[in-house]
């Protein structure tokens, strides 16, 4: 395989522009991907990995698109000054500069984490994408909240000299005006917003098929996965044994989630083959 081009790129949203970068194919391909990042501190440790699945990914027939939030990597602003409701935009600003500069006739999404469920909630204000592919969403942002809290009271823990107070964290942890969330100052909207998302009691509206993927140490899909492939139109859940790369330090090869991506994607496309040419084609697998 040909190594894919790569350039920086400007997208276009809400008066001003997001830094992004193309990986196009050599191959001419008419498919795209875009990229979303996962939330604060998870999106810098698994920056190499989606770099390294955009490249792998482009290499086999799939132009990719990874972009940065508004606040966020080298795009505009500040990161406490945005929050979900603006960076749904900045996917959907993403998902039309893929349609109409890159000039394709199918785009899917991949996302990470946060960044796989919001890919999700951005799909029901509009029809944005002809698949998604889902690596470890987050499907109830209370328990991911709560997550956070632990990691913030086993730091206070270790640091706090001056007399530890389990108390005084978790009020601040659910009243404060500014949450650290993993050393990222996260505003009290961003925080009650993450805390609303429930993805199993509102399932998203996503016609379109789609992969949920399981990233972890079993090779069995945890039930809340399972749950929600079964609440949506055409989605199928996997798993692929691989370490938490969103949350360490180091490098991590992405080839069991990108072998499974890439799988998903080619059997997808045997699936729209037989489609078009008026054959019948079983029903993605739940």
Known sequence: MEKALEQVVEISTDGT???????????????????????AEEK???????????RALAASEFNC??????GCGDSPGHFDQFGPP?????????AAYMRSHAGLETVGVLGLRLGATMALLAQREQQLFDFAILWEPIVNGHRYL?????RSLIKAMMTDTGGFSAAEVR?????AAVLDFDGYAVSAPTRDWIDTVDLLADPPDFSAPVLILNIGSRDQVRGEYQELAERMTDATA??????????????????????QTALWLAELQVQHTKHTAGMPSNTTTK
């Open 17 to 39: 522009s997001l830094h992004g970068v193309y990986h196009q194919s050599r191959s001419e391909a008419k498919q795209g991907i875009v990229f979303c990042d996962p939330f």
């Open 146 to 150: 709560k997550a956070n809290l632990q």
């Open 86 to 94: 603006q960076w749904l935009e900045d996917i959907t600003a993403a």
């Open 171 to 175: 009020q601040n942890h659910l009243q």
């Open 238 to 259: 996997r798993a692929a044994i691989l370490e938490p790369f969103w949350n360490r330090i180091g490098l991590i090869s992405p080839q069991p989630v990108v072998e």
């Open 65 to 70: 698109l990874r972009f940065d939030y508004r």
């Open 44 to 54: 810098k440790c698994a920056h190499r990995v989606m770099v390294e699945t955009a």
